[in-house]
């Protein structure tokens, strides 16, 4: 859902009007709206750029395989032969493209071999090939956590991101947006991956209540009925969308919604003193401080969707309004 974003659009705007330097990771709790924005930024890039837009979460990542796949979309198969052919092909589709173009025996190579600096090797001559023809890429990497784990000779993620690093502060050929729901995975890779000086955060947060209660009175619900849907649910706007198709019974999907989640967190955390010892802290506070320690019981409950870790503010907060509630409630049962 797109709506009220433009600060952060125009911001996204004039980061690309400069010169290609660090690679940009956009982050923020789940459904906050961060692929919404990215595509809404895509359709309002100048006429001479051209977007290649990576969606990790379209198929299941768990091989070099299907990492491949994903990089060089289906849609582009066995159409090209050639890089020139590749090119073109790219300036025919609207300037805008889920996957590189490459030619058939090139990616039967790349796939045999199982090196990825052949393919990330072939992606930067076609950057430079676009950039010859009077265009301006622009690559945006949508949930790149997926493959955090995954190994093609050592580490594929470390790899990857050496890579994105040339492409942005070595030789300035393309702007690089990281899309993440997974702060920690950002904490780790930017600690890990040494890239300090060589990236920056952007944050794509839940609707402050100002935005929240404008959209939703203009979904025509009465004041009573956003009061509602505000204190379940905060800014987020998945639920804010989904308010109104519920208009009939809005009362009881609250609710309903809320035991749901009050009895998922119950389920992750019967039993395990450490898990409930953390939120704990949530239990008179919206927000906790972060001071970049990381460990076990944290990463499963940002991993389940439960808590969110801020690194650009330094706070440790629930996914959203629903998960601080049923926190609340689902610690008023254990003892």
């Known amino acids: ?122 992606i930067a001559t076609l950057m430079e090939e676009v950039r010859k023809a009077g265009e301006k890429p622009v690559l945006i990497l949508d949930e790149l956590q997926v493959i955090g784990d995954l190994k093609v000779n050592g580490s594929l993620i470390y790899e990857l991101f050496n890579f994105l690093i040339h492409l942005t502060k070595e030789t300035h050929l393309t702007h690089v947006f990281v899309v993440t729901s997974d702060s920690l995975f950002i904490e780790r890779v930017y600690s890990e991956a040494m890239l300090q000086g060589r990236a920056d955060y952007f944050l794509v947060d839940d609707f402050d209540r100002e935005t929240a209660l404008e959209f939703l009175k203009n979904q025509g619900l009465s004041d009573g009925e956003v009061e509602l849907v505000w204190n379940h649910f905060g800014g987020k706007p998945v639920y804010l969308a989904e308010a109104p198709k519920h208009r009939d019974e809005l009362e009881e999907w609250c609710e309903r919604t809320l035991r749901l989640r009050v009895q998922s967190i119950n389920a992750l955390v019967y039993g395990r003193k450490n898990m409930i010892s953390l939120l704990k802290e949530f239990r008179d506070r919206d927000e906790v401080p972060f001071d970049g320690r990381v460990n076990k019981t944290l990463k499963e409950l940002v991993k389940a969707n439960v808590l969110f870790v801020d690194p650009l503010n330094g706070v440790v907060k629930p996914q959203g309004r629903l998960e601080l509630l049923a926190i609340r409630k689902a610690l008023e049962v254990i003892r």
């Open 1 to 122: 859902m797109f709506f009220d974003r433009e600060r952060e659009l125009g911001k996204l705007l004039r980061l690309v009007s400069a010169e290609p330097n660090l690679i940009t990771f956009v982050y923020g709790p789940i459904n906050s709206g961060k692929t919404a924005l990215m595509t809404e930024f895509v359709r309002k890039l100048p006429a001479n750029h051209v977007a290649f837009y990576i969606n990790l979460r379209r198929t299941p990542v768990a091989s070099y395989g299907d990492f491949v796949d994903v990089l060089f979309s289906v849609e582009f198969r066995n159409r090209v032969k050639t890089i020139g052919e590749a090119v073109s092909l790219i300036l025919s589709t609207g300037r805008e493209a889920f996957g590189f173009p490459v030619p058939t025996e090139l990616l039967e190579r790349i796939t045999r071999e199982k090196k990825p600096k052949n393919a990330f090797a072939y």
